[in-house]
């Protein structure tokens, strides 16, 4: 396509092999205009009536120097006095596949190459000539240069010149073929660069969705449903013995606790370095008790520091030294993000030991009971508890110096603003039941928008298994004998059937996969691959002569015919026998189908008397 303007030096032009192409392939190329030319009229027109009316000139070492516009009225290649004829023409249904893909004229002698397309012969041998190896139209790598006479196009452009006798007087111009193959091979980097950008672009929106997904779950694994997650965790650590399955253990679990006491604490720490998976995945309770004598807090340290999902936490322990004792606890526990339940009775903890511990907790809204029971804990650090651990039940003595003064005074029908704890208790919980709400909200509109996440990329992800697997299907035909044909042929699709007339009204085509060993096997690896599926869909007529389909293949090929448009199918030269043949028929009701080819096969005179009076809609071929 060519698109004009005008500049102080003169007319000027814009070149590009293709319309769709964003980027021109020539910029600023000086235009040369023949007498009697209607430039106006030529930019309206169509693509291959531009290039046949555009002249390329070039210098010896193969630049582009400038281009000249002939004038109106004859399409390329043909003679001088042709010009009415030609423009009537340009408005003839001659179909495409009659013009060569790279000089974008009508064919004299088309041939066929490796990648399944018809070219004309000049043409496609100059490419190669120039040391190209892939294929014009598709840009796919080509491994043979043969090339084959198409019969079949070659008697279709014969009918074309015999209804129009001005076509017999086309020649073909072959000082545009090199300019042609630069506009062609352009072209073709071009269409690469776009596929390779669209799949990189579809590999980043992949990893996106896979990285915001990830971020999603990250902060938010309690609003999963936590029977999924129970799941997934299970048979995560289905090959993982629990610890109450390790016979060295049992004898120190009670009431479904871990107990760990001065006595044991050796056995467990070297148990927890052979069995170290099942240690860190204990969901259950540990108590540790009986620590009142002994100063192995390092070695009780390292013992409690083998657990990470623990959901209870207990230690019973009374000792002057609060500071280490408080050391051990906040160590630990700031590594228990699943932690339910954390009692501290008896350890007789000061204000100061219990705000280290609580700083040492990840996750305090995860806590549902907290006990603090015989502990020096003043009320100002009880109420902070109550703040800290929204969502728990914090347990301490009732009865310290300011609750036995409150209840002293309502004995006596006194009232003291500002400190029943009840009533603060009371109003606090309002205050959780609203904070509630708007976490639940919250969470609500997070799994929404997870939820819709996780569609796009499961749709996403159906997508590339479906390309991965129909490369795989591809990756198998290509290992057949003949694969690497029948890739070119399922790539190229149907084409235009060579018994095409100029009178018809209709174009038909075939899906031709002429002996290529088929049998049954590989016919249904075909069934599943997409290009084979397509060109079922969009064809009228399926040529598989000269193959190994046999009874079975060619019954499996009439199933397929249900719900296509194919008349007409080819099966001559299958092995086909009498039985095969009967069972093919029978299967062709509710389909298309008007004609069948069955030369060249097993068939004896009975079966085809037979077949031809049970099924007379059908039209017969057997000799």
């Given at each position: ?38 430039l106006?009229s ?16 070039r ?8 281009i ?35 000089t ?10 490796q990648?399944?397309h ?11 000539d ?16 043969e090339?084959?006479l198409?019969?079949t196009?070659?008697?279709?452009i ?6 129009m ?11 545009n ?25 579809e590999k ?8 915001q997904?990830?971020e999603?779950?990250q902060?938010?694994?309690y609003?999963l449903?936590k ?33 760990i006491t ?11 370095q052979r ?19 002994s100063?192995?807090?390092?070695a ?7 657990f ?14 609060k ?7 906040g160590?630990?526990v ?11 009775s ?15 907790i ?13 502990s020096?804990?003043s009320?100002?650090?009880l ?11 914090v ?11 409150v ?8 009232t003291?603003?500002g ?17 509630m ?30 390309q ?14 003949e ?13 235009v ?13 075939v899906?031709?996969?002429v ?5 049954k096997?590989k ?6 691959y ?19 389909l ?9 199933k397929t015919?249900?719900?296509t ?9 299958n ?11 029978s299967?062709l009701?509710?389909?298309?189908v ?19 009076k049970?099924?007379p809609?059908?039209?017969w071929?057997f000799f």
């Amino acid at each position: 396509m060519a698109s004009f303007y005008e500049e102080d030096e003169g007319l000027k032009a814009n070149l590009r092999a293709d319309e769709k192409q964003p980027e021109p392939n020539y910029k600023d190329v000086p235009v040369m205009i023949e007498e009697g030319t209607d430039l106006f009229s030529l930019t309206k027109l169509d693509h291959r009536t531009q290039q046949n009316r555009i002249e390329l000139n070039r210098s010896d070492d193969g630049q582009l120097r400038h281009i000249v516009i002939r004038k109106g009225g004859l399409l390329g290649g043909m003679m001088e006095g042709d010009e009415e004829v030609g423009e009537k023409l340009e408005d003839e249904a001659i179909p495409n596949e009659c013009f060569c893909p790279i000089t974008q004229e009508i064919m004299e002698d088309p041939v066929m190459a490796q990648d399944g397309h018809t070219y004309e012969r000049s043409a496609i041998q100059r490419w190669f000539d120039m040391g190209k190896r892939i294929s014009p139209k598709t840009g796919a790598r080509l491994l043979s240069t043969e090339l084959i006479l198409n019969h079949t196009m070659r008697s279709l452009i014969q009918d074309l010149k015999a209804q129009m006798p001005v076509l017999a007087r086309h020649k073909l111009n072959m000082d545009n073929i090199e300019a042609a193959i630069k506009l062609r091979e352009e072209y073709i980097q071009q269409e690469l660069e776009l596929k390779g950008n669209l799949l990189q672009q579809e590999k980043q929106k992949s990893t996106f969705l896979e990285k915001q997904l990830a971020e999603l779950k990250q902060p938010n694994e309690y609003k999963l449903n936590k029977r999924e997650k129970r799941k997934e965790e299970k048979k995560a650590s289905q090959y993982i013995p629990k610890l109450s399955d390790i016979k060295e253990l049992r004898r120190h679990f009670y009431k479904g606790c871990l107990e760990i006491t001065s006595g044991n604490y050796k056995q467990l720490a070297e148990v927890s370095q052979r069995y170290e998976s099942s240690f860190m995945s204990y969901e259950g309770g540990v108590i540790v008790k009986s620590w009142e004598k002994s100063n192995e807090f390092s070695a009780l340290t390292d013992l409690l520091l083998s657990f990470s999902k623990l959901k209870k936490f207990k230690i019973n322990c009374s000792r002057k030294d609060k500071e280490e004792l408080t050391e051990v606890i906040g160590r630990a526990v700031q590594f228990y993000e699943e932690l339910l339940e954390l009692d501290l009775s008896g350890c007789q903890l000061r204000d100061s030991n219990m705000e280290d511990i609580v700083e040492s907790i990840v996750h305090p809204e995860k806590l549902k009971v907290v006990n603090v029971r015989e502990s020096d804990l003043s009320d100002k650090m009880l109420s902070m508890l109550e703040r800290r651990f929204s969502n728990a039940e914090v347990n301490y003595d009732s009865m310290k110096v300011g609750d036995v003064f409150v209840q002293s005074m309502g004995q006596l029908g006194i009232t003291v603003p500002g400190v029943k704890r009840g009533e603060e208790k009371g109003g606090k919980e309002k205050e959780k039941e609203v904070e509630m709400e708007k976490i639940i909200k919250e969470q609500q509109e997070t799994l929404v928008r997870l939820e819709r996440i996780e569609e796009e990329l499961g749709k996403l992800k159906e997508r590339m298994e479906q390309q991965e697997e129909q490369k795989n299907i591809e990756d198998i035909i290509r290992k057949w004998p003949e694969g690497r044909r029948i890739l070119n042929n399922l790539e190229s699709g149907p084409v235009v059937w060579g018994g095409l007339r100029l009178g018809s009204s209709r174009v038909l085509y075939v899906l031709q996969l002429v002996h290529c060993k088929l049998n049954k096997a590989k016919l249904d690896v075909l069934l599943k691959y997409t290009p084979f599926k397509v060109g079922l869909s969009s064809a009228q007529i399926i040529d598989l002569a000269e193959n190994d389909l046999g009874d079975d293949g060619s019954l499996e090929v009439a199933k397929t015919l249900q719900g296509t448009s194919i008349e007409e199918v080819c099966l001559i030269a299958n092995g086909i026998s009498s039985r095969g043949a009967i069972n093919f028929a029978s299967n062709l009701q509710g389909t298309s189908v008007s004609k069948v080819d069955l030369r060249r096969n097993n068939i004896p005179t009975e079966t085809e008397k037979f077949l031809r009076k049970q099924y007379p809609q059908i039209n017969w071929e057997f000799f």
